[in-house]
């Protein structure tokens, strides 16, 4: 298998300055990865309504209760924000802690009530998981499409998976939606924050964060109008915004369309949001390059929950390979494939699965 060249240009340098923002350290939250591969080439308002992270999200533990994902935020009232809603893991996380820690400190950052949108009461909320001082303003700074400009938000989660998870270090990729307030007008909105973290003695510690930042709209082939228009294919934020700017290939789009004849699939990844290389690796992954997507949901079934079928999983994996996805990852390892490294599986991809395309 041919991997893709090295990134230039400006992907070049955001791939240096993230190695640089990796080399800090940054706060310590208590909670407790394994080895993994990752894939190759790859109106009026009411004070209430938008609740302090404080009155309605549980901190982080060492022993996360398991429990569904929180589902994407309803239709709410011209006038009345969703109430916030603590993510929580299901069965079968190979390490829940993980992503506890970092979907606590983006439910914190992305969620204020009326006034309290600013840099310092995002640090202040960041301080109230038990952050220094110092980490939660720099973590605050970097907190971009996360707190969007509005009086009050709320962030509610949809799915926390890996982007990489290694002995020592892990991507956790926060997708969420975002319903903002602003006056008296409800927005829907929402983002993908690629939350960087490392193992130390006392649990998982977050060093950086990367919210997603897809680009302006663009124009749209007829396949992209197709993708967002099609509901057996659920988008998250994010995933519409990547779509919309244009910088998605035409082979994925397509798979996707294929795909949703046979089944309803909910991504959580497409091109923004994601490690810009193959995590653990100085390879360029295929996502930025707009030339993947990640499942996390099949037929509204949980990939990383053990009671899906292993063989919905699957014939999912060999539908994408069959709709020319050189580079399938999921759960399970398949054999067969029409090149060696057709399929793999990693603990990374233990939670979704990942369809990529060399063109």
């Known amino acids: 298998m041919v991997l893709p060249p090295p990134p230039s240009g400006p992907l070049a340098g955001d791939v240096a300055r993230r190695s640089v923002l990796l080399g800090t350290a940054a706060w310590c939250l208590s909670a407790t990865g394994c080895s993994g591969g990752p894939h190759t080439a790859s109106p009026t308002a009411r004070p209430t309504t938008a609740r302090s992270p404080s009155a309605t999200m549980v901190p982080g533990t060492t022993s996360p209760t398991a429990g569904?994902?929180?589902?994407?935020?309803?239709?709410?009232?011209?006038?009345?924000?969703?109430?916030?809603?603590?993510?929580?893991?299901?069965?079968?996380?190979?390490?829940?802690?993980?992503?506890?820690?970092?979907?606590?400190?983006?439910?914190?950052?992305?969620?204020?009530?009326?006034?309290?949108?600013?840099?310092?009461?995002?640090?202040?909320?960041?301080?109230?998981?038990?952050?220094?001082?110092?980490?939660?303003?720099?973590?605050?700074?970097?907190?971009?499409?996360?707190?969007?400009?509005?009086?009050?938000?709320?962030?509610?989660?949809?799915?926390?998976?890996?982007?990489?998870?290694?002995?020592?270090?892990?991507?956790?990729?926060?997708?969420?939606?975002?319903?903002?307030?602003?006056?008296?007008?409800?927005?829907?909105?929402?983002?993908?924050?690629?939350?960087?973290?490392?193992?130390?003695?006392?649990?998982?510690?977050?060093?950086?964060?990367?919210?997603?930042?897809?680009?302006?709209?663009?124009?749209?082939?007829?396949?992209?109008?197709?993708?967002?228009?099609?509901?057996?294919?659920?988008?998250?934020?994010?995933?519409?915004?990547?779509?919309?700017?244009?910088?998605?290939?035409?082979?994925?789009?397509?798979?996707?369309?294929?795909?949703?004849?046979?089944?309803?699939?909910?991504?959580s990844v497409v091109r923004s949001g994601h490690p810009l290389d193959v995590f653990g690796t100085d390879r360029p992954s295929d996502h930025p390059l707009g030339r993947a997507f990640d499942v996390w949901r099949i037929d509204g079934r949980a990939v990383v929950d053990p009671a899906t079928s292993r063989t919905l999983i699957t014939s999912f994996m060999r539908a994408a390979a069959a709709a020319g996805s050189y580079n399938v990852g999921g759960p399970v390892r398949l054999t067969g494939g029409a090149t060696v490294n057709q399929f793999f599986s990693d603990d990374t991809h233990h939670d979704h699965v990942h369809v990529g395309f060399n063109s």
């Open 68 to 267: 569904p994902p929180t589902p994407p935020a309803s239709a709410s009232s011209p006038s009345e924000l969703p109430r916030a809603v603590a993510w929580r893991p299901g069965p079968g996380e190979i390490d829940p802690a993980a992503k506890v820690a970092a979907v606590r400190l983006v439910e914190a950052l992305g969620t204020w009530p009326v006034g309290q949108g600013g840099q310092d009461a995002a640090a202040g909320r960041a301080a109230t998981l038990g952050i220094p001082e110092e980490s939660a303003s720099r973590l605050a700074r970097e907190t971009g499409s996360l707190r969007p400009s509005a009086d009050a938000a709320v962030v509610r989660v949809i799915d926390a998976q890996y982007g990489g998870i290694l002995s020592d270090t892990a991507s956790v990729l926060v997708v969420c939606d975002q319903p903002t307030l602003e006056g008296t007008r409800v927005k829907s909105g929402g983002t993908t924050v690629d939350v960087r973290l490392d193992r130390t003695s006392d649990g998982w510690r977050v060093t950086t964060l990367h919210p997603a930042a897809p680009g302006p709209a663009g124009p749209l082939s007829p396949a992209a109008r197709e993708v967002l228009a099609q509901s057996r294919i659920e988008l998250p934020p994010a995933s519409v915004a990547d779509i919309r700017s244009g910088a998605v290939h035409e082979s994925v789009l397509r798979a996707m369309l294929q795909l949703a004849g046979a089944y309803r699939l909910s991504v």
